[in-house]
């Protein structure tokens, strides 16, 4: 998920204020800019592992008055792309890898034209299908989450802190993105 943690944010240049998530890190979280979800099904009896797609959608745009009163919100669309990969040769994360690719983008419906949030994520998964490996990059702003849910059980697997690393609307504009990797043993 992309939130973004402040209560409120102002669009640089036309100093037009917009109402945000307002919160920090959390799985069950309502507000967010842009929130993408999969379920992922490891190979099992000779059958080839899967990934679905089982959401992707952007959070409404408010914008605020100079009293805090919304007065004209609006929903972007988000351009995304979903797509897995299996491969059956060994590499240097081990054998029978899923790689589980999402890129999504979204701007402010209400700003024309307005720069986007951006992410592009790619998700490796062991041949048991264990989450091992997280790579990709999206942009300085805003904050950024991934979840695993295991069998009712959700462990953190990412975060970037937009605060925490004093980072701001203007740095959609101004700045290169933040690049990811991880690993997890198993």
């Known amino acids: 998920m992309?939130?973004?943690?402040?209560?409120?944010?102002?669009?640089?240049?036309?100093?037009?204020?917009?109402?945000?998530?307002?919160?920090?890190?959390?799985?069950?979280?309502?507000?967010?800019?842009?929130?993408?979800?999969?379920?992922?099904e490891p190979r099992s009896k000779g059958a080839l592992p899967q990934a679905i797609l089982e959401g992707?959608?952007?959070?409404?745009?408010?914008?605020?008055?100079?009293?805090?009163?919304?007065?004209?919100?609006?929903?972007?669309?988000?351009?995304?792309?979903?797509?897995?990969?299996?491969?059956?040769?060994?590499?240097?994360l081990g054998f029978g890898n899923t790689y589980v690719s999402l890129a999504a983008k979204a701007s402010n419906p209400l700003v024309k034209p307005s720069p986007a949030i951006m992410m592009l994520f790619t998700f490796i998964f062991d041949v048991r299908g264990n989450l091992i490996g997280l790579i990709g990059d999206h942009t300085k702003f805003p904050s950024f989450e991934a979840y695993e849910i295991v069998d009712d059980h959700i462990t953190r697997k990412y975060v970037y802190?937009?605060?925490?690393?004093?980072?701001?609307?203007?740095?959609?504009?101004?700045?290169?993105?933040?690049?990811?990797?991880?690993k997890w043993p198993r």
């Open 56 to 92: 992707c959608k952007t959070g409404v745009t408010m914008e605020l008055d100079e009293a805090g009163q919304v007065i004209d919100k609006a929903q972007y669309n988000p351009s995304f792309k979903f797509g897995y990969t299996y491969v059956q040769s060994s590499g240097s």
């Open 161 to 182: 802190d937009a605060v925490a690393e004093g980072t701001s609307v203007r740095h959609l504009i101004y700045g290169p993105e933040v690049s990811v990797i991880k």
């Open 2 to 40: 992309a939130f973004i943690p402040y209560n409120q944010v102002y669009a640089p240049l036309t100093g037009r204020r917009f109402k945000g998530d307002g919160r920090g890190f959390n799985p069950y979280a309502k507000s967010y800019r842009m929130k993408l979800q999969f379920r992922f």
